[in-house]
């Protein structure tokens, strides 16, 4: 294989998918509920969102809430809920006057009419803005993101010949958000967990042995330089 069929990687991601992994085992360790864990979560992503776009990142998905993440304790899923409401309240302007967009990927059904205004509160109240794209992936799943592509299409009567990977790609959530450069997961799991199965195809990984919310920015900078060591043959 020759370099011309070697892409060097650019020295920085356009997209950083983020898989937030390990918030019940950071509280479990620390010996706090779990909600508490959650809740320092959130604090690790807005240190670490501000940290990547400080830093050229253009896009930052963040794995928030699954679909799958339906079948924990309703105690658990109702406070995973709450922290929507508590986003919004609190941390929504700051990332407005920041000049942060924020859109939520995922599916809207199941949803509650609060959890509903949020998002369109949010996203309405951003969609201007142009530092960066943060994507919480919420009520999110890679395979229900493509199922939801399909019946779109379906419903548009869109003939089966005309039906290509940018066909595809356009009815996506969110379309406009580009596929990831770089993903990184925390808490020593190697798997994607159904997450950007679409946006993952060539995307690099980095598996971190860390807890979420003991993630920093000095390992955000680490990821980055390892990144940009690495060559990305896309397929070559």
């Known amino acids: ?34 909600s508490e864990g959650h809740l320092e979560g959130m604090e ?4 670490v969102a501000a940290a990547a776009f400080n830093s050229g990142v ?7 809430f699954s679909t799958e993440n339906w079948k924990r304790t309703k105690d658990e899923v109702k406070f995973l809920m709450s922290l929507v ?20 990927l995922g599916s809207r059904y199941g949803l509650s009419k609060k959890i509903l205004k949020a998002i ?3 996203e309405e109240l951003t969609k201007d803005n142009t530092r960066g794209v943060l994507a919480v992936c919420f009520n999110y799943g890679g395979q229900s993101e493509l199922v939801d592509a399909v019946r779109d299409i379906l419903q548009a009567r869109i003939d089966a010949n005309d039906v290509d990977e940018a066909m595809i790609a356009s009815h996506l959530y969110h379309p406009e958000v580009p596929p990831c450069d770089l993903i990184i997961r925390t808490s020593g799991e190697q798997r994607l967990s159904n997450f950007m199965m679409w946006r993952s195809e060539y995307a690099e990984l980095k598996f971190v042995d860390k807890n979420w ?20 043959r896309m397929g070559k």
């Open 1 to 34: 294989m020759s370099m011309s069929d070697v892409k060097v990687t650019a020295a920085v991601p356009n997209h950083l998918g983020l898989i937030l992994d390990g918030n019940r085992r950071w509280a479990k360790e620390h010996g706090v509920t779990a």
């Open 44 to 47: 690790t992503l807005k240190r």
């Open 58 to 64: 253009r896009y930052i998905s963040a794995y928030a």
């Open 85 to 104: 409401l508590r986003f919004v309240d609190r941390d929504l302007e700051q990332l407005h006057q920041d000049g942060v967009k924020v859109v939520i």
């Open 120 to 122: 369109e509160k949010t």
């Open 213 to 232: 919310p003991d993630f920093s920015a000095d390992d955000l900078a680490a990821a980055l330089e390892d990144y940009k060591a690495r060559q990305r």
